[in-house]
């Protein structure tokens, strides 16, 4: 079992940056998958960013490519999102995951993952 925490959500202006943090309870921090997706209001949750249980391979999503960073720190328990030149489309619930690394699902599925977090909110004023 794993509980997640999000936090570093907030109200920012277009071009700005923030910074999200995920803690996750547990021991075995380093066996999972991390994942960040996002929904807007009345829109579907979306994929954000993931990183590997070991943190040698990111992938993102083709809207945060080139502004988004992902990273852990598994000595922390912590997954990271670094959110840099933000625009008013990224205002959304941003939302952590975590699945087993051994897992077959696609990383890019939200169904593929097992625990998520409660959301962190990030508004992006024009």
């Known amino acids: 079992q794993v509980q997640l925490v999000e936090s570093g959500g907030g109200l920012v202006q277009a071009g700005g940056s923030l910074r999200l943090s995920c803690a996750a309870s547990?021991?075995?921090?380093?066996?999972?998958?991390m994942g960040w997706f996002r929904q807007a209001p009345g829109k579907e949750r979306d994929f954000v960013a993931a990183?590997?249980?070991?943190?040698?391979?990111?992938y993102y999503g083709d809207s945060v490519k080139g502004r988004f960073t992902i990273s852990r720190d598994n000595a922390k328990n912590t997954v990271y999102l670094q959110m840099n030149s933000l625009k008013p489309e990224d205002t959304a619930v941003y939302f952590c995951?975590?699945?087993?690394?051994?897992?077959?699902?696609?990383?890019?599925?939200?169904?593929?993952?097992?625990?998520w977090g409660q959301g962190t909110q990030v508004t992006v004023s024009s």
């Open positions: 995951a975590a699945v087993s690394t051994y897992s077959i699902g696609s990383t890019y599925d939200r169904t593929s993952y097992d625990y």
């Open positions: 547990g021991r075995t921090f380093s066996r999972y998958r």
């Open positions: 990183i590997s249980g070991s943190g040698g391979i990111t």
